[in-house]
Protein backbone atom coordinates (compact mmCIF):
# COMPACT_ATOMS: atom_id res chain seq x y z
CA UNK A 1 0.00 0.00 0.00
CA UNK A 2 0.87 3.59 -0.62
CA UNK A 3 2.43 5.16 2.00
CA UNK A 4 1.98 2.31 4.36
CA UNK A 5 3.98 2.46 6.80
CA UNK A 6 4.22 6.53 7.04
CA UNK A 7 0.23 6.19 7.45
CA UNK A 8 -0.01 4.11 10.31
CA UNK A 9 2.82 5.64 12.00
CA UNK A 10 0.72 9.04 11.99
CA UNK A 11 -2.45 7.17 12.41
CA UNK A 12 -1.04 6.27 15.35
CA UNK A 13 0.41 9.38 16.91
CA UNK A 14 -2.88 11.05 16.17
CA UNK A 15 -5.27 8.67 17.22
CA UNK A 16 -4.10 9.36 20.98
CA UNK A 17 -5.24 12.72 20.57
CA UNK A 18 -8.94 12.42 18.96
CA UNK A 19 -10.29 11.31 21.80
CA UNK A 20 -9.52 14.19 24.63
CA UNK A 21 -11.63 16.60 25.46
CA UNK A 22 -8.61 19.19 26.22
CA UNK A 23 -5.39 18.93 25.04
CA UNK A 24 -2.37 20.29 26.67
CA UNK A 25 0.99 21.32 25.21
CA UNK A 26 2.63 18.51 26.78
CA UNK A 27 0.16 16.30 24.61
CA UNK A 28 0.78 17.98 21.25
CA UNK A 29 4.66 18.04 21.79
CA UNK A 30 4.07 14.00 22.63
CA UNK A 31 2.84 13.80 19.47
CA UNK A 32 4.98 15.93 17.25
CA UNK A 33 7.53 14.44 18.48
CA UNK A 34 5.97 11.22 17.00
CA UNK A 35 4.94 12.78 13.66
CA UNK A 36 8.26 14.00 13.33
CA UNK A 37 9.87 10.33 13.69
CA UNK A 38 7.30 8.88 11.28
CA UNK A 39 8.20 11.19 8.70
CA UNK A 40 11.84 10.97 9.07
CA UNK A 41 11.54 7.06 8.72
CA UNK A 42 9.58 7.56 5.55
CA UNK A 43 12.77 9.57 4.32
CA UNK A 44 11.04 12.75 4.23
CA UNK A 45 13.70 15.33 3.36
CA UNK A 46 15.52 16.58 7.27
CA UNK A 47 14.76 20.03 6.57
CA UNK A 48 11.47 19.30 5.57
CA UNK A 49 10.25 17.74 8.28
CA UNK A 50 11.46 20.65 10.76
CA UNK A 51 9.67 23.19 8.72
CA UNK A 52 6.11 20.59 9.05
CA UNK A 53 6.97 20.52 12.46
CA UNK A 54 7.33 23.84 13.28
CA UNK A 55 4.22 25.06 11.37
CA UNK A 56 2.14 22.15 13.03
CA UNK A 57 3.48 22.81 16.49
CA UNK A 58 2.48 26.52 15.99
CA UNK A 59 -1.12 26.45 15.07
CA UNK A 60 -1.92 23.21 17.25
CA UNK A 61 -1.14 25.24 20.56
CA UNK A 62 -3.05 28.05 19.32
CA UNK A 63 -6.35 29.27 19.62
CA UNK A 64 -7.75 27.62 16.42
CA UNK A 65 -7.03 24.01 18.32
CA UNK A 66 -6.88 25.33 22.88
CA UNK A 67 -10.36 26.38 22.44
CA UNK A 68 -12.16 24.32 20.14
CA UNK A 69 -14.55 21.62 21.55
CA UNK A 70 -12.53 19.16 19.53
CA UNK A 71 -9.22 19.87 19.98
CA UNK A 72 -8.33 16.25 18.96
CA UNK A 73 -9.52 16.76 15.11
CA UNK A 74 -8.44 20.49 15.09
CA UNK A 75 -4.94 18.72 15.04
CA UNK A 76 -5.52 16.09 12.45
CA UNK A 77 -6.95 18.68 10.59
CA UNK A 78 -3.86 21.22 10.51
CA UNK A 79 -1.67 18.08 10.12
CA UNK A 80 -3.85 16.87 7.02
CA UNK A 81 -3.76 20.67 5.81
CA UNK A 82 -0.37 21.33 6.04
CA UNK A 83 0.41 17.77 4.07
CA UNK A 84 -1.42 19.44 1.43
CA UNK A 85 0.52 22.56 1.35
CA UNK A 86 3.62 20.47 1.12
CA UNK A 87 2.31 18.72 -1.78
CA UNK A 88 1.15 21.55 -3.16
CA UNK A 89 -2.17 22.23 -2.14
CA UNK A 90 -3.87 21.71 -5.68
CA UNK A 91 -4.01 19.35 -8.18
CA UNK A 92 -1.06 20.51 -11.27
CA UNK A 93 -2.46 19.83 -14.95
CA UNK A 94 -0.43 20.10 -17.76
CA UNK A 95 -0.57 23.38 -19.45
CA UNK A 96 -2.09 23.26 -22.88
CA UNK A 97 -0.26 25.71 -25.47
CA UNK A 98 -2.60 28.29 -26.86
CA UNK A 99 -2.09 27.15 -30.40
CA UNK A 100 -1.68 23.53 -30.93
CA UNK A 101 0.46 21.41 -31.15
CA UNK A 102 1.18 21.25 -27.22
CA UNK A 103 4.78 19.61 -27.29
CA UNK A 104 5.52 17.70 -23.94
CA UNK A 105 9.36 16.62 -23.47
CA UNK A 106 9.92 13.63 -20.54
CA UNK A 107 13.02 13.18 -19.33
CA UNK A 108 14.64 11.63 -16.20
CA UNK A 109 17.37 8.49 -15.61
CA UNK A 110 17.39 5.38 -16.80
CA UNK A 111 15.37 2.67 -15.33
CA UNK A 112 12.58 5.30 -13.65
CA UNK A 113 10.08 4.18 -16.37
CA UNK A 114 10.18 7.21 -18.97
CA UNK A 115 9.27 4.72 -21.81
CA UNK A 116 6.40 3.88 -20.03
CA UNK A 117 5.12 6.65 -18.28
CA UNK A 118 5.42 8.44 -22.13
CA UNK A 119 3.06 5.52 -23.28
CA UNK A 120 0.71 5.90 -19.88
CA UNK A 121 0.45 9.64 -20.53
CA UNK A 122 0.01 9.42 -24.55
CA UNK A 123 -2.93 7.09 -23.62
CA UNK A 124 -4.89 9.33 -20.69
CA UNK A 125 -4.39 12.25 -23.32
CA UNK A 126 -6.19 10.29 -26.16
CA UNK A 127 -8.98 9.50 -23.10
CA UNK A 128 -9.10 13.24 -22.55
CA UNK A 129 -10.02 13.71 -26.63
CA UNK A 130 -6.36 14.65 -27.56
CA UNK A 131 -4.45 13.19 -31.12
CA UNK A 132 -1.10 12.69 -29.64
CA UNK A 133 2.10 11.39 -31.58
CA UNK A 134 5.38 9.52 -29.68
CA UNK A 135 8.82 10.60 -30.59
CA UNK A 136 11.63 8.60 -30.10
CA UNK A 137 14.82 10.77 -29.50
CA UNK A 138 16.80 7.63 -27.10
CA UNK A 139 19.05 6.79 -29.70
CA UNK A 140 21.32 5.39 -26.99
CA UNK A 141 19.91 2.81 -25.44
CA UNK A 142 19.47 -0.87 -27.58
CA UNK A 143 15.94 -1.23 -28.23
CA UNK A 144 14.60 1.70 -26.37
CA UNK A 145 13.05 2.82 -29.57
CA UNK A 146 11.29 -0.98 -30.48
CA UNK A 147 9.83 -0.78 -26.70
CA UNK A 148 8.41 2.79 -27.72
CA UNK A 149 6.93 1.64 -30.48
CA UNK A 150 5.89 -1.35 -28.75
CA UNK A 151 3.99 0.76 -25.84
CA UNK A 152 2.90 2.90 -28.82
CA UNK A 153 1.14 0.09 -30.21
CA UNK A 154 -0.70 -1.00 -27.37
CA UNK A 155 -2.00 2.47 -26.52
CA UNK A 156 -2.63 2.63 -29.81
CA UNK A 157 -1.12 6.15 -30.52
CA UNK A 158 1.33 6.50 -33.80
CA UNK A 159 5.52 6.88 -32.83
CA UNK A 160 7.68 8.88 -34.92
CA UNK A 161 11.42 7.63 -35.00
CA UNK A 162 14.62 8.18 -37.61
CA UNK A 163 16.45 4.56 -36.27
CA UNK A 164 19.17 5.44 -34.27
CA UNK A 165 21.64 7.18 -36.78
CA UNK A 166 20.27 10.71 -36.69
CA UNK A 167 20.56 13.06 -34.30
CA UNK A 168 17.98 13.37 -31.05
CA UNK A 169 17.81 17.13 -31.80
CA UNK A 170 16.89 16.43 -35.62
CA UNK A 171 14.89 13.75 -34.83
CA UNK A 172 12.75 16.18 -32.53
CA UNK A 173 12.58 18.78 -35.07
CA UNK A 174 11.46 16.75 -37.72
CA UNK A 175 9.07 15.46 -35.62
CA UNK A 176 7.23 18.47 -34.74
CA UNK A 177 6.63 18.99 -38.36
CA UNK A 178 5.33 15.96 -38.68
CA UNK A 179 3.13 16.17 -36.14
CA UNK A 180 1.69 19.28 -37.57
CA UNK A 181 1.26 17.54 -40.65
CA UNK A 182 -0.68 14.91 -39.36
CA UNK A 183 -2.94 16.97 -37.25
CA UNK A 184 -1.54 15.38 -33.18
CA UNK A 185 -2.17 18.01 -31.14
CA UNK A 186 -0.01 16.77 -28.79
CA UNK A 187 3.96 15.67 -29.29
CA UNK A 188 5.35 14.06 -26.36
CA UNK A 189 9.35 13.06 -27.03
CA UNK A 190 10.57 10.52 -25.01
CA UNK A 191 14.26 11.81 -24.43
CA UNK A 192 17.37 9.74 -23.51
CA UNK A 193 18.00 8.26 -19.35
CA UNK A 194 21.29 7.35 -18.76
CA UNK A 195 22.63 5.98 -15.11
CA UNK A 196 23.65 8.88 -13.67
CA UNK A 197 23.02 12.86 -14.66
CA UNK A 198 25.85 13.49 -16.42
CA UNK A 199 27.44 16.94 -18.56
CA UNK A 200 26.67 15.21 -21.88
CA UNK A 201 22.76 14.13 -21.49
CA UNK A 202 22.35 17.56 -20.11
CA UNK A 203 23.76 19.49 -23.20
CA UNK A 204 21.16 17.02 -25.40
CA UNK A 205 18.27 18.10 -23.29
CA UNK A 206 19.15 21.60 -23.50
CA UNK A 207 19.60 21.34 -27.09
CA UNK A 208 16.47 19.81 -27.99
CA UNK A 209 14.71 22.28 -25.57
CA UNK A 210 16.21 25.12 -27.19
CA UNK A 211 15.07 23.80 -30.77
CA UNK A 212 11.63 22.37 -30.08
CA UNK A 213 10.35 24.88 -27.17
CA UNK A 214 8.63 22.55 -25.26
CA UNK A 215 5.65 23.76 -23.35
CA UNK A 216 6.14 21.58 -20.92
CA UNK A 217 9.35 19.59 -19.68
CA UNK A 218 8.18 16.66 -17.32
CA UNK A 219 10.76 14.78 -14.99
CA UNK A 220 10.45 10.96 -14.64
CA UNK A 221 11.02 9.80 -11.22
CA UNK A 222 11.44 6.34 -9.50
CA UNK A 223 9.41 6.85 -5.91
CA UNK A 224 11.20 3.98 -4.11
CA UNK A 225 14.70 5.71 -4.64
CA UNK A 226 13.45 8.24 -1.81
CA UNK A 227 15.64 11.16 -1.44
CA UNK A 228 18.21 10.56 -4.60
CA UNK A 229 14.69 11.27 -6.49
CA UNK A 230 14.41 14.48 -4.25
CA UNK A 231 18.31 15.10 -5.36
CA UNK A 232 17.91 14.03 -8.86
CA UNK A 233 15.37 16.92 -9.18
CA UNK A 234 17.10 19.40 -7.86
CA UNK A 235 19.63 18.65 -10.49
CA UNK A 236 17.50 18.66 -13.33
CA UNK A 237 15.58 21.77 -12.27
CA UNK A 238 18.72 23.75 -12.07
CA UNK A 239 20.46 22.49 -15.18
CA UNK A 240 17.76 22.21 -17.60
CA UNK A 241 14.51 23.78 -15.69
CA UNK A 242 11.20 21.03 -15.53
CA UNK A 243 7.74 22.28 -15.19
CA UNK A 244 6.82 19.13 -12.85
CA UNK A 245 7.13 15.56 -11.98
CA UNK A 246 6.27 12.59 -12.90
CA UNK A 247 6.53 10.44 -10.08
CA UNK A 248 6.66 6.30 -10.67
CA UNK A 249 6.53 3.31 -8.81
CA UNK A 250 4.26 4.83 -6.09
CA UNK A 251 2.25 1.65 -5.95
CA UNK A 252 5.59 -0.10 -4.46
CA UNK A 253 6.64 3.13 -2.19
CA UNK A 254 5.36 1.95 1.78
CA UNK A 255 7.57 5.07 2.49
CA UNK A 256 6.49 8.00 0.46
CA UNK A 257 9.67 10.80 1.30
CA UNK A 258 9.73 11.55 -2.63
CA UNK A 259 6.25 12.52 -2.81
CA UNK A 260 6.24 14.43 0.43
CA UNK A 261 9.73 16.22 -0.25
CA UNK A 262 9.87 16.92 -3.99
CA UNK A 263 7.56 20.04 -3.81
CA UNK A 264 9.15 21.55 -0.68
CA UNK A 265 12.73 21.24 -2.07
CA UNK A 266 11.96 22.48 -5.80
CA UNK A 267 8.82 24.22 -5.37
CA UNK A 268 7.88 22.34 -8.65
CA UNK A 269 4.75 20.20 -8.41
CA UNK A 270 4.30 16.46 -8.79
CA UNK A 271 1.58 16.35 -11.82
CA UNK A 272 1.01 12.33 -11.90
CA UNK A 273 2.26 9.20 -10.22
CA UNK A 274 2.51 5.75 -11.63
CA UNK A 275 0.54 3.17 -9.68
CA UNK A 276 1.58 0.15 -11.20
CA UNK A 277 3.04 -1.74 -14.76
CA UNK A 278 -0.02 -1.49 -17.00
CA UNK A 279 -0.70 1.30 -19.13
CA UNK A 280 -3.46 2.68 -17.30
CA UNK A 281 -2.06 2.86 -13.93
CA UNK A 282 -1.47 6.53 -14.44
CA UNK A 283 -3.18 9.26 -12.31
CA UNK A 284 -3.31 12.81 -11.88
CA UNK A 285 -1.68 13.40 -8.56
CA UNK A 286 -3.90 15.10 -5.66
CA UNK A 287 -2.33 16.50 -2.62
CA UNK A 288 -5.21 17.11 -0.63
CA UNK A 289 -6.61 13.52 -1.93
CA UNK A 290 -3.02 11.67 -0.87
CA UNK A 291 -3.12 13.88 2.23
CA UNK A 292 -6.61 12.34 3.17
CA UNK A 293 -5.37 9.13 2.12
CA UNK A 294 -1.94 9.16 4.09
CA UNK A 295 -4.46 10.29 7.40
CA UNK A 296 -6.71 7.27 6.75
CA UNK A 297 -9.66 9.67 5.90
CA UNK A 298 -10.23 7.98 2.60
CA UNK A 299 -10.23 9.77 -0.66
CA UNK A 300 -14.29 9.52 -1.95
CA UNK A 301 -13.60 12.29 -5.10
CA UNK A 302 -10.47 9.21 -6.85
CA UNK A 303 -13.17 6.46 -5.54
CA UNK A 304 -16.55 7.91 -7.62
CA UNK A 305 -13.88 9.08 -10.70
CA UNK A 306 -12.51 5.38 -10.95
CA UNK A 307 -15.86 4.29 -10.76
CA UNK A 308 -17.06 6.58 -13.13
CA UNK A 309 -14.29 5.86 -15.93
CA UNK A 310 -14.63 1.96 -15.02
CA UNK A 311 -18.60 1.58 -14.75
CA UNK A 312 -21.45 1.26 -17.14
CA UNK A 313 -23.97 3.69 -16.50
CA UNK A 314 -26.67 1.90 -17.57
CA UNK A 315 -25.69 -1.38 -16.08
CA UNK A 316 -25.95 0.12 -13.15
CA UNK A 317 -29.02 1.41 -12.96
CA UNK A 318 -30.09 -2.23 -14.49
CA UNK A 319 -28.54 -3.40 -11.35
CA UNK A 320 -30.05 -1.37 -9.02
CA UNK A 321 -33.43 -2.02 -10.03
CA UNK A 322 -32.61 -6.31 -9.99
CA UNK A 323 -31.45 -5.12 -6.65
CA UNK A 324 -34.85 -3.52 -4.98
CA UNK A 325 -36.50 -6.68 -6.91
CA UNK A 326 -34.55 -8.77 -4.97
CA UNK A 327 -33.80 -10.84 -8.81
CA UNK A 328 -30.04 -10.67 -8.68
CA UNK A 329 -28.10 -13.62 -9.82
CA UNK A 330 -25.11 -15.33 -10.38
CA UNK A 331 -25.43 -13.28 -13.92
CA UNK A 332 -25.33 -9.86 -12.24
CA UNK A 333 -22.67 -10.70 -9.74
CA UNK A 334 -20.32 -11.61 -12.15
CA UNK A 335 -21.24 -8.57 -14.28
CA UNK A 336 -20.19 -6.64 -11.04
CA UNK A 337 -17.15 -8.78 -10.37
CA UNK A 338 -15.72 -7.90 -14.05
CA UNK A 339 -16.53 -4.09 -13.80
CA UNK A 340 -14.97 -3.83 -10.45
CA UNK A 341 -11.55 -5.59 -11.82
CA UNK A 342 -11.13 -2.76 -14.19
CA UNK A 343 -11.14 -0.51 -11.21
CA UNK A 344 -8.04 -2.02 -10.29
CA UNK A 345 -6.58 -4.19 -7.33
CA UNK A 346 -8.63 -4.35 -4.14
CA UNK A 347 -6.32 -2.96 -1.97
CA UNK A 348 -5.99 0.16 -3.86
CA UNK A 349 -9.75 0.78 -4.01
CA UNK A 350 -10.50 0.13 -0.26
CA UNK A 351 -7.89 2.06 0.55
CA UNK A 352 -9.73 4.91 -0.93
CA UNK A 353 -12.68 4.24 1.16
CA UNK A 354 -13.87 6.59 4.24
CA UNK A 355 -12.68 4.87 7.87
CA UNK A 356 -10.64 2.16 6.36
CA UNK A 357 -7.44 2.76 7.92
CA UNK A 358 -3.83 1.44 7.44
CA UNK A 359 -4.03 -1.33 9.89
CA UNK A 360 -7.34 -2.82 9.04
CA UNK A 361 -6.39 -3.21 5.64
CA UNK A 362 -3.43 -5.03 7.10
CA UNK A 363 -5.84 -7.23 8.49
CA UNK A 364 -8.47 -7.73 5.62
CA UNK A 365 -5.53 -9.49 3.90
CA UNK A 366 -7.10 -7.93 0.95
CA UNK A 367 -6.41 -11.03 -1.99
CA UNK A 368 -7.35 -10.63 -5.51
CA UNK A 369 -6.53 -14.17 -6.06
CA UNK A 370 -9.78 -14.81 -3.83
CA UNK A 371 -12.04 -12.63 -7.10
CA UNK A 372 -10.29 -14.97 -9.44
CA UNK A 373 -11.39 -18.02 -8.18
CA UNK A 374 -14.64 -16.93 -7.39
CA UNK A 375 -15.17 -15.88 -10.72
CA UNK A 376 -13.58 -19.14 -12.33
CA UNK A 377 -16.63 -20.64 -10.01
CA UNK A 378 -19.12 -18.63 -11.66
CA UNK A 379 -17.91 -19.48 -14.87
CA UNK A 380 -18.14 -22.91 -14.30
CA UNK A 381 -21.66 -23.00 -13.88
CA UNK A 382 -24.34 -23.56 -16.03
CA UNK A 383 -26.78 -20.13 -16.89
CA UNK A 384 -29.45 -22.07 -15.61
CA UNK A 385 -27.57 -22.43 -12.34
CA UNK A 386 -26.55 -18.95 -12.37
CA UNK A 387 -30.01 -17.67 -12.66
CA UNK A 388 -31.12 -20.52 -10.25
CA UNK A 389 -28.62 -21.27 -7.62
CA UNK A 390 -31.44 -22.92 -5.59
CA UNK A 391 -30.91 -25.94 -7.86
CA UNK A 392 -26.88 -26.52 -7.35
CA UNK A 393 -27.52 -29.65 -5.63
CA UNK A 394 -23.94 -32.22 -3.83
CA UNK A 395 -22.68 -33.14 -7.44
CA UNK A 396 -23.47 -30.31 -9.37
CA UNK A 397 -21.21 -28.50 -6.35
CA UNK A 398 -18.57 -31.44 -7.45
CA UNK A 399 -18.58 -30.57 -11.05
CA UNK A 400 -18.47 -26.74 -10.10
CA UNK A 401 -15.82 -27.14 -8.45
CA UNK A 402 -13.53 -29.42 -10.72
CA UNK A 403 -13.94 -27.42 -13.66
CA UNK A 404 -13.13 -24.15 -11.67
CA UNK A 405 -9.99 -25.99 -10.15
CA UNK A 406 -11.14 -25.30 -6.89
CA UNK A 407 -12.57 -27.18 -3.94
CA UNK A 408 -16.37 -27.75 -3.10
CA UNK A 409 -15.35 -25.97 -0.09
CA UNK A 410 -15.14 -23.10 -1.95
CA UNK A 411 -18.11 -23.39 -3.98
CA UNK A 412 -19.90 -23.89 -0.47
CA UNK A 413 -18.70 -20.41 0.57
CA UNK A 414 -19.57 -18.80 -2.31
CA UNK A 415 -23.21 -20.11 -2.55
CA UNK A 416 -23.21 -19.53 0.98
CA UNK A 417 -22.26 -15.65 0.53
CA UNK A 418 -23.96 -15.24 -2.29
CA UNK A 419 -27.38 -16.24 0.01
CA UNK A 420 -26.34 -14.32 2.81
CA UNK A 421 -25.98 -10.89 0.52
CA UNK A 422 -29.33 -11.79 -0.85
CA UNK A 423 -30.49 -11.94 2.59
CA UNK A 424 -28.84 -8.66 3.66
CA UNK A 425 -30.46 -7.13 0.18
CA UNK A 426 -34.02 -8.06 0.91
CA UNK A 427 -33.87 -6.72 4.83
CA UNK A 428 -32.15 -3.46 3.20
CA UNK A 429 -34.77 -2.94 0.39
CA UNK A 430 -37.95 -3.81 3.71
CA UNK A 431 -35.70 -0.84 5.65
CA UNK A 432 -36.15 1.41 3.09
CA UNK A 433 -39.23 1.50 2.43
CA UNK A 434 -40.50 1.60 5.95
CA UNK A 435 -38.05 4.68 6.40
CA UNK A 436 -39.75 6.09 3.33
CA UNK A 437 -43.37 5.25 4.24
CA UNK A 438 -42.41 7.15 7.83
CA UNK A 439 -40.95 10.11 5.35
CA UNK A 440 -37.72 9.62 8.09
CA UNK A 441 -34.94 9.74 5.51
CA UNK A 442 -34.19 8.17 1.74
CA UNK A 443 -32.03 5.52 2.20
CA UNK A 444 -28.94 5.86 -0.27
CA UNK A 445 -29.51 1.97 -1.39
CA UNK A 446 -27.03 1.39 -3.77
CA UNK A 447 -26.31 4.42 -5.87
N1 LIG B 1 5.17 -1.01 -10.27
C1 LIG B 1 5.40 -0.07 -11.18
N2 LIG B 1 6.31 -0.27 -12.14
C2 LIG B 1 6.54 0.69 -13.06
C3 LIG B 1 5.83 1.92 -13.02
N3 LIG B 1 6.27 2.67 -14.05
C4 LIG B 1 7.21 1.95 -14.70
N4 LIG B 1 7.38 0.75 -14.11
C5 LIG B 1 8.33 -0.33 -14.48
O1 LIG B 1 9.66 0.14 -14.38
C6 LIG B 1 10.51 -0.52 -15.30
C7 LIG B 1 11.37 0.46 -16.08
O2 LIG B 1 10.55 1.19 -16.97
P1 LIG B 1 11.04 1.71 -18.39
O3 LIG B 1 9.94 2.50 -18.94
O4 LIG B 1 11.57 0.60 -19.20
O5 LIG B 1 12.30 2.59 -17.95
P2 LIG B 1 12.95 3.86 -18.65
O6 LIG B 1 13.10 4.90 -17.60
O7 LIG B 1 12.20 4.20 -19.88
O8 LIG B 1 14.36 3.44 -19.08
P3 LIG B 1 15.20 4.27 -20.14
O9 LIG B 1 14.40 4.32 -21.40
O10 LIG B 1 16.44 3.45 -20.29
O11 LIG B 1 15.47 5.58 -19.58
C8 LIG B 1 9.59 -1.35 -16.18
O12 LIG B 1 9.65 -2.69 -15.76
C9 LIG B 1 8.21 -0.77 -15.92
O13 LIG B 1 7.18 -1.70 -16.09
C10 LIG B 1 4.86 2.13 -11.97
O14 LIG B 1 4.22 3.17 -11.83
N5 LIG B 1 4.69 1.10 -11.08
Excluded: W
Excluded at 29 to 37: D, F, H, T
Excluded at 174 to 180: P, R, T
Excluded at 376 to 404: H, V, Y
Excluded at 411 to 432: C, D
Amino acid sequence: MVFESLAEKLQNALGKLKGKGKLSEKDVKNAMREVKLALLEADVNYKVVKDFVKKVKERAVGHEVMDSLTPGQQVIKIVNDELCNLMGKTQSKIEFADSPPTIIMMCGLQGAGKTTTTGKLASLLKKKGKKPLLVACDIYRPAAIKQLEVVGGKVDVPVFSMGDKQNPVNIAKAAVEHGKKNGNDVIIIDTAGRLHIDEELMEELQDIKDEVKPNEILLVLDAMTGQDAVKVAESFENKLGINGVILTKLDGDARGGSALSIRAVTDKPIKFVGMGEKLDELEPFHPDRMASRILGMGDVLSLIEKAQENFDTKKALELEQKLRKQEFTFEDFLDQLQQMKKMGPLSQILEMVPGVNSKQLKKLNVDDKELVHIEAIIQSMTKEERLNPSIIDGSRRKRIAKGSGTSIQQVNRLLKQFNETKKMLKKLGKMEKTMKKRGKFNFPFFQ
